[in-house]
Each structure stands twice: as C-alpha cells, then as structure tokens.
C-alpha cells in the first residue's frame, strides 16, 4: 500500500494535539516533517530541531523551486512547508501526519491534490465546554465559536470530516483511513 499525506484541520480547542499523539502511539507507519522558516534564529534554537531556518534569498529560492506546498506570514515571517522533505518521508515508506490551520490545509491540496485533508472537530456543545474552561471572559466563548464556525466553512474541500468529542475513537478513525 502507497503511503499518503494526511494534512488535519481544525478549530482551537478540538483536541488536535491528543488525537494526533494517540495515533503515533498507535501506528509505526508514521512520519512527520519539521517546517521551514525566514525568520531569524532565536538564541538556543538549532537549525533541524523545530524549524529549518532560511534567509529571504534561500526562502525565495525555495519558492520559485516550487518546493514550498504551503506558506503563511505572521509577525513579519514566512514560515511554511516543504514539499521535498514530505516526498523523502513518503519514498521511506511513512504516512505523513501535517497539523496545519484550514487555510495551510487548502494550500497544501492545491499544491498536492492527492494529499488526504481530515477536518477534526468536536461537537458544538463540547467545543462550547472546552471554551468556558479555558476562557478568560465570558467575552472570549463567543468570539472563539465563530471563529471555529468560520474555519469549519471553509474546510468544504476537505476529504473527511472526524468528531472529536472522544479521542480515542477519532483516534481510531483516523487511523482507519491511513488503512484505506
């Protein structure tokens, strides 16, 4: 069986992280791969370890090279995703695992149509408990609502859609589709 790019989605607060941690746990078939970034190293950062770090000519190299499957700016950096180092993980027999924003999830399926998108969401009530526990106003639940209702609308090209209320089960689901 081939080995597939699985770019996962989702609000803040859908449990992401754990679900991605349980099916690493689960699965030995997995890689991952470490972005790129045109930012300037902090101190104590290495070049390999959270980040390979580029200067603007070599990120623009990168870029006219068409290596990069995804970009994003923030704070005045670029950081993104390269597709030679997701294409080295597939040659070596490994599923790709990215955890990327909706919008980094769009980019990456236009860039490589065939990489699998997984939206990850719990249900509204959930998300709306995972938001009053972490809040710090009673301001911040509803602003945090519509921002997840605005990424679940543009998740439309995504290929499956996981609820996340019970992590092990979305766990489960998600590494079902790796086996498909």
Not at 78 to 97: I, M
Not at 163 to 172: K, L, P, Q, T
């Amino acid at each position: 069986m081939s080995k597939k790019l699985f770019v996962v989605a989702g609000p803040s607060g859908a449990g992401i992280g754990e679900v991605l941690g349980a099916v690493f746990q689960m699965r030995k078939d997995l890689g991952t791969v470490t972005p790129l970034t045109a930012r300037k190293m902090k101190a104590g950062e290495q070049d390999g370890v959270g980040f390979y770090f580029y200067d603007l000519e070599g990120w623009n190299a990168l870029k006219e090279a068409g290596d990069l499957l995804e970009t994003t700016e923030f704070a005045g950096n670029d950081y993104g995703t390269s597709r030679r180092l997701v294409e080295e993980e597939l040659a070596a027999g490994r599923h790709v695992l990215l955890n990327l924003s909706v919008e980094r999830a769009a980019q990456v399926k236009r860039s490589m149509p065939e990489a699998v998108c997984v939206y990850i969401e719990p249900s509204p009530a959930v998300l709306r408990e995972r938001y009053q526990r972490i809040a710090r106003s009673e301001f911040e639940v509803p602003v945090r609502m519509e921002e997840a209702e605005r990424q679940r609308a543009l998740a439309g090209f995504c290929d499956h859609f996981l609820n996340s209320d019970d992590v092990a089960a979305a766990a489960a689901a998600l590494s079902a589709l790796m086996d498909r």
